[in-house]
């Protein structure tokens, strides 16, 4: 239900199922995290497929499979 990725003391993000869906929430870091190139912003940011996360200057693709 929930999965955190980056970087502790650099980025931290935290992806959360819900039952609306995947959202992404900034944790750590002085800089939001990004997908498809904009802003998260300080509140939970609603995931879809394929989108692209770029945390701690990484980039990764979301993706849904067959659950």
Known sequence: ALTTLGK???QVAAITKRPSGYFITHV?????P?????STGAQ??????HDVIELAGVKMEF?????
């Open 34 to 38: 990004m997908v498809n190139g904009m």
């Open 44 to 49: 939970a940011f609603a995931l879809n497929d």
């Open 63 to 67: 993706y849904l499979g067959n659950a």
């Open 28 to 32: 750590e870091g002085r800089v939001l």
């Open 8 to 10: 502790i003391g650099v």
